[in-house]
């Protein structure tokens, strides 16, 4: 079963600290993609940040950045220098290539001014 | 960048009536998916869709669901007869001959009555 699970439905983190966000997931595919999305109040599905499983080394865009550990099924969210506007849900999803997205339930994050 | 729209951003209804909602989807993509997600709750799939055809379907996805690509570019899902567990916000995302990355829609907010 395809299952992907966020253990924290909510976090906070003070301005410009940094903050890590966990997704745990189950498979047995070994190709496959993960994702971050974030989604804030208006409701609509941003793409933050994409990890290929093939690839060994983890993902960063600008300051967000993936710990990626495949053996473990463990796919991490780091927000460095966290700004008021990151305040949001974050969604992990995981993606066996060709198929459909399976999402957690995804954290809700406050950042604190 | 190439974008997903979708249309209504709103959709107010009353239970029993049928609604269509509609999606504009990226030039050349191929793979067209649908998905819900009730108000507080994670993103759920309902139906993908390829070549004319659905090609994948949860149980959600029951017989007051239908999806079709009417005119070539257009791709909608229908809802015959609303309930009031209809009530949610319905995502379009498709995807390119790539394969590694779902572009989702801003969704469309449906509420029953």
């Known amino acids: 079963a395809q299952t992907v699970t966020q253990s924290q439905p909510e976090m906070s983190v003070q301005e410009a600290e940094t903050v890590t966000l966990s997704c745990t997931y189950d498979?047995?595919?070994?190709?496959?993609?993960l994702f971050w999305y974030k989604q804030p109040p208006s409701r609509q599905m941003i793409l933050v940040i994409r990890?290929?499983?093939?690839?060994?080394q983890n993902a960063t865009e600008n300051r967000f950045s993936v710990n990626f550990q495949k053996a473990a099924k463990s796919f991490s969210l780091k927000i460095s220098d966290s700004q008021l506007g990151d305040a949001a849900m974050y969604f992990c999803?995981?993606?066996?290539?060709?198929?459909?997205?399976?999402f957690g339930t995804g954290t809700s994050l406050t950042v604190i001014p | 960048e190439p974008e997903v729209t979708q249309t209504p951003s709103h959709q107010v209804t009353q239970m029993g009536q049928e609604v269509i909602l509609r999606c504009v989807p990226i030039s050349n993509h191929l793979y067209f998916y649908w998905y819900r997600q009730i108000l507080g709750q994670k993103v759920e799939f309902l139906v993908s869709f390829y070549n004319n055809e659905i090609s994948e379907k949860s149980e959600i996805f029951d017989d007051q669901f239908s999806v079709e690509r009417p005119d070539g570019s257009n791709f909608t899902l229908k809802i015959r007869s609303t309930k009031l567990e209809d009530s949610a916000m319905y995502f379009c995302?498709?995807?390119?001959?790539?394969?590694?990355?779902?572009?989702f829609g801003p969704g469309t907010r449906l509420t029953v009555l």
């Open positions: 498979t047995s595919e070994s190709d496959y993609y």
């Open positions: 990890q290929e499983a093939y690839k060994q």
């Open positions: 999803a995981y993606f066996p290539r060709g198929n459909q997205f399976y």
């Open positions: 995302a498709t995807l390119g001959a790539r394969t590694d990355t779902q572009y």
